[in-house]
């Protein structure tokens, strides 16, 4: 039989427990959702800054290209999207009527005046820095204001050369007219397009030393009013004379009656539809300025001259004719 222990010498009996705490670790997918929420921000924060420096155009071409209206059916390149062009210089020519959408300028250029289709004329250069033609010298800036003043008289010019072809079709058209062809004078000069209603031998446009007109001059002021109604130009109207005196005893010459003609040509000019504001001046020169200064009395240089002033300032430098 073993001999049992002694008191003193039996081992204790240790029980740990153990308390889970409660800041321990719970793994990193937090850090990943803020992660995808500050880059969300950004974005967005992006997306506003791009929308308030943009113009509408830029914008227009942006949403073109993400959502494309049409694809491009061009028989060149891969027919997609881009019709197989790139974005850089290199590589196919992008279409002159459909430049690349997703160019963008900050700040905006000057629009492309002489439309030309050039993606590279409005983009910020090494020499120009951001903004393009917005930090070119003044020499530069000099010579874009040129270019559009130029091109604003080329496009006056045409709209003056398509109401002068109006004008004399519809002469041509009435047959009451028709012989009075030589009577209409019309030219492009430094003031505007001039259309004068001068006398002919046999053929006046008024009674003689009267300011009350023919019915043929009457309807001749109509038709003008027609060809020119839709013009923006103001206009001016003078009255001329020959230089045969004329005078009575309460001192009525050439002067009043010239005067009194280019007033009854503007009243006549409102009745066929003509804005009053669009008169600038009305104006009696007597003999002073011959449609012949070499024959002072000849029956051209009675008169009248309905003239369209140049908004422009200037004539172009090419002339340009009716289109046929």
């Not at 409660?22 to 990943?32: L, S, T």
């Not at 030589?182 to 397009?193: A, K, M, P, S, Y």
């Not at 009525?252 to 409102?270: F, G, P, Q």
């Amino acid at each position: 039989m073993a001999d049992k222990p002694e008191e003193g010498n039996v081992a204790p009996i240790i029980v740990k427990k153990i308390k889970k705490g409660g800041h321990g670790h719970h793994g990193g997918a937090w850090k990943v959702a803020y992660a995808d929420f500050v880059t969300a921000m950004m974005a967005f924060f992006l997306l506003l800054w791009i929308l308030q420096a943009t113009t509408e155009e830029q914008k227009l071409g942006i949403a073109n290209y993400f959502a494309p209206a049409s694809v491009s059916r061009s028989t060149t390149g891969s027919g997609g999207i881009m019709g197989g062009r790139t974005f850089t210089k290199e590589g196919a020519s992008p279409n002159d009527q459909t430049p690349i959408g997703v160019m963008i300028q900050l700040p905006t250029s000057p629009p492309d005046f002489d439309n030309t289709g050039d993606p590279q004329e409005n983009t910020a250069t090494t020499e120009t820095g951001p903004g393009g033609a917005q930090m070119a010298d003044r020499a530069d800036q000099d010579l874009d204001a040129e270019q559009l003043e130029e091109f604003l008289a080329k496009r006056e010019a045409e709209q003056f050369a398509q109401a002068e072809q109006a004008l004399r079709e519809a002469m041509e058209n009435v047959p009451d007219l028709k012989g009075l062809s030589n009577n209409l004078l019309i030219d492009q000069t430094e003031e505007g397009l001039r259309i004068q209603i001068v006398d002919e031998d046999g053929k006046s446009m008024f009674p003689s030393g009267s300011a009350k007109m023919f019915d043929h001059t009457r309807e001749i002021l109509s038709l003008v009013v027609d060809a020119i109604t839709t013009l923006p130009q103001q206009i001016a109207i003078k009255g001329h004379t020959d230089a045969t005196p004329f005078s009575t005893k309460s001192g009525y010459s050439n002067w009043e009656l010239s005067s009194d003609r280019a007033n009854a040509s503007r009243r006549v000019l409102i009745e066929s539809g003509l804005r009053p504001e669009r008169f600038s001046s009305v104006a009696g020169l007597a003999d002073q300025d011959p449609l012949d200064p070499t024959d002072p009395y000849t029956a051209r240089n009675r008169r009248v001259s309905v003239i369209l002033l140049r908004e422009t300032g200037r004539p172009p430098q090419t002339a340009v004719k009716p289109a046929e």
